[in-house]
């Protein structure tokens, strides 16, 4: 294969030696952190669930027992991971607070889970965290960064910026294969596909939770008669076309920007009829997306096939 066919190669192992930004890790770090400090350190869902199991049984299994993660246990999960978020997000200890903050989301998520049965954020958020504890995210908008420029003179040592690049490639890959399996999972077993293809599931839900809906508070009523059957099953088509596309970003980044339009376009229509929960968490895993060029630490790739042919050998100053 000639250069020019070479470079033109950009799938996601291609990218995985491809020059990175130490600002775009640093800016999913801080996206991450504010997504988890808002929406799981600070709500009061273990409340909740801590007023339901009094009467009822786990509906899961857990290696973990049920009676050991009482309510005082996940309460104070869920301070030590605010204050390690709140940490992770200005980048002060970032090591030890990430791991922290990864622990008491998992535990309280799987607290959360076993008794109700939802997963949305520990879905998305888990592998996401366990990457960044591996990952060297506080290399620049950090108090971390900061303290290491005012002590040593080694603070602007090179380092190969591949190691700011694989982080953002598995973590993007995780959150596209997330969406690919929901779309194998409505296409098998066949009677389920077929069974989805009717649009009665999402008729059912829509129906359901008409007074829950966005639409049903803007419009005062249903936004069509939801009694016709083939809306819901054009909605139904668009779904599954949607979720399994999310495998294109792993074969090419040129259409990055659509793929995730459109998973924010299905998230925004599922909440307008009922279901909240995963726009905030699609719109905050938004900046895996973005092109570490951008960022201004990262040298561009040549032309508009955005490939890196500096090779491993790569290596640029870390950002302040």
Known sequence: MNGMGASRRDGFFDRLHWSGSARHLALIRIVVGLHLLQWVFRSDYLTYVDEMSAGSAPLYWSVIPASWMTASVAQTLQWIGFL??????IGLCTRVVTVLTTVS?????HFYYIYTGNHDDWLYFNFILLTLCCARCADAWS????WRSTRSSAAGTCHNSQMYRWPVEVMMAWFC???????IAKLFPLEHGMAWFTGGTIQ???????????IYWWFGRALFDYRLQWPFVL?????????LS???PLITSRWNAAVFAAVMALHIGIYSVGVPGFPQIALACGCLFLRPEWFGDCRPHLGSVAHDQRGPTDRLPLAA
């Open 84 to 89: 390690a978020c709140t940490l992770m997000i």
């Open 105 to 109: 989301f998992l535990l309280t998520n």
């Open 143 to 146: 108090l971390d960064a900061w």
């Open 177 to 183: 294969l997330l969406y690919v399996e929901a779309g």
């Open 204 to 214: 059912s839900v829509a129906i359901t939770r008409l007074l829950d809906s966005p």
């Open 235 to 243: 909605m139904a088509i668009v779904s599954v076309v949607v979720e």
């Open 246 to 248: 999310a495998l294109i």
